[in-house]
């Protein structure tokens, strides 16, 4: 019965087709050598050249990394403790409007999260003098206050699937609950903090609107510079700079997803030779 | 009944006239290099209620799925009724089954879930209706009807697939471990239920399950399985008292196994040399080995007698010392150390409340046993 | 007993406080003791609830309450650009003023009707189409074999981690006039000149698509993932053939993953600002534009406040089917 049908292949194929051909469009027109982007002129890599010599990318650049690196690691700090707050902690006043503050920025509308982190920004500004106008800074609490939330749903769920007795266990040996945290819950939940880790990083470097809001002048992050440049048309420079983006990604992606294939075979060869031992 | 008169009892499988309604004939399974099923060959009939028993993995479900038609066969063809079921997909095979996981729609309530092998056929509104009535009324679960899956009790949800497994009037009905996720009381409740309905409506049973209780309650013949192999076929009977090979005797019951070499091999009874102790046992058939081979005597612990005296014979009879003793309610079980360390179990029937006579810890005992009670198996 | 710290310690007093009291036949003083000592013992946890429910009240919910004052007060040319909701008059009076006057003009405006309604429009067609595309997708990944599906799930999350705005603006290179497209279909001969299709509605349509399928597939693939196949079989066993049984069992049976799916497109489409922005033509009216332009071209923060408050209003019924969907799915799995 697991013939698959004709219908779903093709179905598959066109998906998977128009999912990437534009990502490999930009990739190959990233090596032509004419400036008029889809007009094929023979291979060069003199766009990746012009890129490297072009500092506002490279400025813009060099701020989107730093913010997306604090904002990572501070998302993923407040978000393990949001996602352990949701997923052990059953009853506590106010649970109802914590769960809604988690999950609301996971699907609000980027221009109303924007708009109001700006107006809060400028009401703060007027009121206590801090922050002095808006940055770096701004930018990063924006960030972190929507990462957080998708860092804690990927530890509550985590957590959720977790064995709570394995901490039962650790309580009923005389640890104390924050020690159990550390050498316990942290460890077995730790994969999910590198993925939350890594969205946090990724959804901050790719965040145009939001930083569009909050940013001041000066600090313009590398989605808005790309933003600004894209508005006018295509540009060669873009697309090298995309392919470099995706190369990464791919590098990356390749690298965990290798590494969790072979956990995972080791760990079912594992299974399988502790069965064949009874 | 197409039982000749030859036969008071139903035993359709010894009448050389009668045809098998299931035929499975040299099938194999394979899974990459894994084989589940091998070169099985099996005869079922007519209203039989056949157990497959086995250790879990042993290919009995696996062959379950191809008379689904679930799993196609590697090699070999199965025949319902004459017909070749290769190449037929399950929804149009004349057979139904009783998932282990009982397999209920979640989405839909209890009639809904019933009468859904009927809506697949084009019957009229009315005719569902009745029939649907009629099948909850069987397995008792009329006030239930709009209930969901999930607002049942176990026993109930298992009522519920088999009154759908049963609905479309199947002449053969599958039922994967039907009884595996009922506790034991319910489960023994159950076990007669079923043979009842099976009786009732006449329907043709292949059962899978690896609960031997249970294949020697419900199955009019027992098909034991062994890593892909049938390791034997019989009745329950014959399957308990004739097993045919150690891993049958060892895996329904309980039985001991003595090693030794036949030193008197006569038509009507043999001799054998137990190896690690000595003493000879004494049996009144004859046995198809050959002189001086390597046999095991076995014998179930309830056909050993436990006594404090001597019974004065001079074979099959051993001393012993009680190591441990089981209280299980209706009988006892003791554990007998023999010279040399090796245990011996025996069940005594508790027929006396407070017996004061009663053998106890640490007692030198002899053990004896009729010269009818002992199987000699070659392997 | 040091070891174990201060709240070994108190707790050992305070227990023999409460057999005092009880033996002093102060029984509900006991009780009451026992109470404001579990609280202070709560301390610790209450602090790790604490810390990010702070964060996100100063960060996310006092926003929303900044943002609808501001709808409710007059533009003016000042820096914050508006006035303020309340004043003090001389000593005595304190002086509210609240300005409908925003939303009046949301409403009379037929600007932002128009804009409202075109974006539900867009997002529902962009919804409906993902869901087309995604569910043979998400159903044949669901039914591969296990080491397909990890590689095939990749490719799914895959352009997800590359820049989003990278990905929409390399539709511009296709869509353009002289673009891949075009000079394709030019080439098969089916056309002979080029079709606009940059600038269209069907450039935002796809655009929206192209970025949100992940959303779609992910949801319903864990959902058909965990599809039990027994109950499949057992269908097959009832003489209900593949498509119908498709639509008697799987496809009820994937509801919740159809629902989910279908919000995460929805709600983030309707306020979508970088692919109208980006593919569509510069009249093409979708909300979250015209809250950027107000807020950036007119710099009318009380009128772009107004209009981020309809846009919410108009998603809080999606968003309360998604987390009762959400809440539902968790607990059918517990």
């Not at chain 2, 997909?89 to 004349?94: A, D, F, L, S």
């Not at chain 3, 107000?294 to 209009?307: H, I, Q, T």
């Amino acid at each position: 019965m697991k013939r698959r049908s004709l219908f779903l292949i093709s179905a598959m194929v066109f998906g998977f087709a128009f999912l990437y051909v534009p990502i490999i469009s930009l990739i190959v027109y990233s090596f032509n050598k004419s400036k008029l982007v889809t007009v094929w002129a023979g291979f060069s890599t003199q766009w990746y050249g012009a890129l490297l010599q072009n500092d506002q990318i490279l400025q813009a650049a060099w701020i989107s990394l730093r913010i997306a690196t604090l904002n990572a690691t501070v998302a993923m700090a407040l978000g393990t403790i949001a996602g352990f707050v949701l997923a052990r902690f059953k009853r506590f006043r106010g649970r109802t409007l914590f769960t809604g503050l988690v999950t609301a920025p996971l699907v609000m509308p980027e221009v109303i999260t924007g708009l109001s982190l700006l107006l809060l920004f400028v009401a703060l500004e007027s009121i206590i003098g801090w922050p002095s106008g808006r940055g770096f800074a701004t930018i990063t609490i924006a960030h972190i206050t929507f990462s957080l939330a998708y860092v804690a749903v990927i530890v509550q769920s985590r957590l959720a699937d977790m064995d709570e007795s394995i901490e039962e266990a650790a309580l009923d040996l005389g640890a104390r609950p924050l020690k159990i945290f550390f050498m316990i819950t942290l460890p077995i939940i730790a994969p999910a903090l590198v993925a939350g880790w890594l969205l946090a990083f990724t959804l901050s470097l790719d965040d145009l609107v939001i930083a569009s809001f909050v940013s001041g002048p000066g600090s313009s992050t590398l989605p808005m510079v790309i933003f600004s440049k894209v508005r006018l048309g295509v540009s060669p420079e873009i697309n090298a700079l995309a392919t470099i983006l995706v190369a990464l990604v791919a590098v990356g992606t390749i690298i965990a997803g290798v590494a969790m294939l072979r956990s995972q075979k080791v760990r079912e060869r594992d299974v399988q030779m502790a069965a064949a031992d009874n | 009944m197409a039982s000749s008169t030859t036969f008071s009892t139903f035993e359709p499988w010894k009448d050389p006239a009668e045809k098998p309604y299931v035929c499975i004939d040299r099938v194999t399974k394979k899974f990459g290099d894994f084989v589940a099923v091998n070169d099985i060959s099996l005869d079922i009939y007519r209203k039989e209620l056949f157990c497959l028993l086995g250790a879990s993995g042993c290919g009995k479900s696996t062959l379950l799925r191809m008379l689904a038609g679930f799993e196609e066969a590697s090699s070999g063809r199965i025949l319902i009724d004459g017909m070749d079921m290769a190449e037929i997909p399950p929804y149009e095979r004349p057979v139904n089954m009783m998932f282990q996981s009982y397999a209920l729609f979640p989405h839909m309530n209890v009639s809904q879930n019933v009468s859904f092998g009927l809506k697949q056929e084009k019957l009229t509104g009315q005719v569902i209706k009745t029939r649907v009535e009629e099948m909850l009324e069987l397995v008792k679960l009329t006030q239930f009807a709009k209930r969901k899956p999930h607002q049942l009790s176990g026993g109930q949800r298992q009522r519920v697939a088999l009154a759908r497994s049963l609905i479309k009037r199947p002449k053969l009905l599958l039922l994967d471990e039907p009884l595996a996720a009922l506790d034991k009381k319910l489960r023994e409740h159950t076990q007669f239920e079923l043979m009842n309905i099976q009786e009732q409506l006449g329907v043709t049973f292949i059962v899978v399950t690896h609960d031997q209780q249970e294949a020697m309650t419900l199955a009019t013949r027992i098909g034991v399985m062994e890593e892909g192999y049938i390791a034997q076929v019989g009745t329950p009977t014959e399957i308990y008292e004739f097993p045919g090979s150690r891993f049958v005797a060892d895996f329904i019951g309980s039985v001991n196994s003595f090693e030794g070499r036949i030193t008197v091999d006569e038509p009507d009874h043999v001799i054998i040399r137990m190896l690690d102790q000595d003493v000879d046992i004494f049996v009144d058939h004859g046995v198809s080995a050959s002189p001086n081979a390597r046999v095991w005597a076995a014998i179930r612990p309830e056909k050993i007698h436990i006594s404090r005296t001597d019974p004065g014979q001079a074979r099959n009879v051993i001393r012993g010392k009680v190591k441990e003793i089981a209280y299980m309610g209706d009988f006892s079980i003791y554990l007998v150390e023999l010279a040399g360390g090796r245990t011996v179990r025996v069940t005594q029937p508790n027929l006396r409340r407070g017996d004061p006579e009663r053998i106890t810890w640490d007692e030198q005992v002899f053990l004896h046993w009729l010269p009818s009670s002992i199987v000699v198996l070659t392997e | 007993m040091t070891t174990r710290g201060i709240p070994a310690v108190t707790g050992r007093i305070i227990r023999q406080a409460e057999s005092l009291l009880k033996r002093a036949g102060l029984e509900g003083l006991a009780i009451w003791l026992a109470r404001r000592v579990r609280r202070v013992r709560h301390l610790g946890r209450n602090l790790v609830i604490a810390i990010p429910y702070a964060w996100l009240l100063a960060f996310f919910l006092i926003p929303f309450v900044i943002v609808l004052k501001i709808a409710l007060s007059d533009a003016a040319i000042a820096q914050p650009p508006y006035t303020p909701l309340w004043e003090w008059v001389g000593d005595q009076y304190l002086n509210i003023k609240v300005n409908l006057g925003n939303f009046m003009f949301l409403v009379e405006d037929n600007l932002y009707w128009k804009s409202y309604l075109n974006s539900v429009k867009v997002a529902l067609v962009s919804t409906v189409a993902c869901l087309l595309i995604g569910y043979p997708m998400a159903y044949g990944i669901a039914r591969a074999k296990s080491a397909y599906r990890t590689i095939l799930l990749m490719l799914v999350i895959l352009p997800f981690w590359t820049s989003f705005l990278i990905r929409v603006y390399a539709w511009i290179g296709i869509l353009k006039n002289n673009g891949l497209l075009n000079n394709f279909l030019m080439w098969l001969g089916v056309i002979d000149s080029p079709i606009v299709m940059l600038q269209t509605d069907f450039a935002v349509y796809l655009g929206i698509v192209y970025s949100y399928l992940p959303f779609m597939i992910l949801p319903l693939y864990a959902n058909l993932e965990k599809l039990d196949e027994t109950l499949l079989e057992a269908a097959y066993d009832l003489g209900c053939k593949p498509a119908r049984t498709f639509l008697t069992v799987t496809l009820p049976l994937s509801v919740p993953g159809i629902i989910a799916g279908s919000m995460l497109v929805f709600i983030p489409a309707v306020g979508e600002f970088v692919i109208p922005a980006l593919l569509g033509a510069p009249d093409t009216l979708m909300i979250g534009r015209i809250l950027w332009d107000e807020f950036f071209g007119n710099r009318d923060w009380p009128v772009a406040s107004a209009v981020a408050i309809a846009l919410l209003l108009l998603l809080v019924i999606p968003i309360v089917i998604l987390q009762h969907n959400q809440a539902r799915n968790s607990e059918a799995n517990s």
